[in-house]
């Protein structure tokens, strides 16, 4: 677990998904600068938090909501006391692992690995070593184990309200993706963490190391899918707190 201090900004999950292009701005300003000490929250927990106006309440600060020391992002929500969570400090190191063609906003510290590379989703997953972590697009691949399927539309679904990608199908938002990369077989063990129209689009690998597994293209979708895209990266790329 970490420490947040008294007077630390908290940007809540319900503040990003209300305002998607402000939050995608955010994110995109955070991966910048490096964030500077912010924190990804991967469990909920609740604390009493502050307006401006000088109203304070109890409240859940829920999975996928952000939490920076003071003057690095604007925010209607303060700590009032400090307080005890788990997340993960955004600016870890991290791999970057998908198409050479794809020109995706990404942090310093990531390492960027070309997917043409590997032969297999399988044999991608297998380099994962120990504490590593990693973000893995399936977008463009020719992997043996991935099959491209046509495109889908429908509603955001959460296979996992618990991970910062899975809480954006909390929103039921209708959207659409014009192909969808999919895993095949059984040689590797992915969990289902986000579906459009109940096709699932984003899984998560856990084993000797983590990843995220999208598998479509982020320049090729609206804004929601967009900021899952972007919370996948902060995450993949966040040192682990506890």
Known sequence: MVRVDEGWTVILIEEVLKEVDKSIKTLLGLLEALARGCILVTSPTTTRLCRKDGLCLDLCIGVGSLLCPPGIVESNWVVYEPFWCYGVKIGGKCRLIASKNLALPTVPQAKLESIESYSSLHDVIDTIGLGERALILLANSNLVDV???????????????????????????RTCCDKVFEPVGKGHTLLPILSVGGKTIAWSFNGLGEAVVLGYNPQEVDEPLRLAYLLGLLYSCGEPLG
């Open 147 to 173: 099959e491209p399927q046509k495109g889908c539309c429908g509603v955001l679904g959460t296979l996992n309200p618990l991970h910062p990608v899975g809480v954006i199908g909390r929103t039921k938002w």
